[in-house]
């Protein structure tokens, strides 16, 4: 409520169609899809998105270099997540070129789509 109140952008994570009419009770229409691939992937966010024309969903969870351009690809995704570029681990052992390095993979990856 404090967000909406103050005009401070939010995308609440859902999995259900339910939780998609709780968001667009409250007028949202951006949202993040979470757990995306353990859910389904997109064989399941295709089928709760469908009657949500008006609609955009970001998923996160499982996203990666293999599955990340289709998803972007895909009418219902404006955005996606992956945490696949900064591990903790990599973060923790200060190993920000690498990191800097899948970003620039995964950028390169999508050019176009």
């Known amino acids: 409520d ?3 109140e103050n005009n401070i952008t939010i995308i609440p994570g859902i999995n259900t169609p339910s939780e998609i ?3 667009l009770e409250r007028e949202l229409r951006y949202l993040k899809f979470f757990p995306a691939e353990a859910s389904g992937g997109l064989l399941y966010l295709n089928a709760i998105a469908a009657p ?3 609609v955009k969903f970001m998923p996160t969870g ?4 293999n599955n990340l351009k289709e ?3 895909n009418k219902y995704v ?3 997540g992956g945490s696949w570029m900064a591990k903790t681990t990599l973060i923790s052992e200060g190993r920000f070129e690498e990191i800097e390095g899948l ?3 995964a950028m390169r990856m999508v050019e176009g789509v």
């Not at 499982?62 to 270099?65: D, E, R, V």
Request: glycine share 4%; net charge neutral.
């Open 2 to 4: 404090y967000c909406m």
């Open 71 to 73: 998803y972007l690809a």
């Open 78 to 80: 404006f955005a996606c």
């Open 21 to 23: 009419e709780q968001a």
């Open 103 to 105: 970003v620039k993979q």
């Open 52 to 54: 949500y024309i008006n």
């Open 62 to 65: 499982g996203i990666n270099l």
